[in-house]
């Protein structure tokens, strides 16, 4: 059974950092897709970042050069690191395990969730 647990979200000033962690049991990380997606209030759900199985980073244009994905295979936990953060990234933050990294399509395994608020 895979499981994904975020950690790591919180309030925060606009310009401010945060980095968040997701631990995933029951998948080999360093063998599959993972990536995070955000949802703001009444928006959908949106692809933020992602890392192949061979290392390929993709990030989404609203973040790129702020965000940085990363994964520690020794742990089995995917992180992301949100640099310059502004009021529109306020959302709840999803771990996703498998996310097919052509289409932005997320995965069926999913973590609880984060809440990362910006303050202006």
Known sequence: ???LVESGGGLVQAGGS?????????RTISTYNMGWFRQAPGKEREFVAGIE??????????????FTISRDNAKNTVSLQMNSLK??????????SAPEM???TP???W???TQVTVSS
């Open 1 to 3: 059974q895979v499981q």
């Open 18 to 26: 945060l980095r968040l962690s997701c631990a995933v049991s029951g």
């Open 53 to 66: 199985w061979d290392g390929r980073l993709y990030y989404a244009d609203s973040v790129k050069g702020r």
């Open 87 to 96: 009021p529109e990234d306020t959302a709840i933050y999803y771990c996703n």
């Open 102 to 104: 052509s289409t932005m």
């Open 107 to 109: 995965g069926i395994h």
């Open 111 to 113: 973590g609880q969730g």
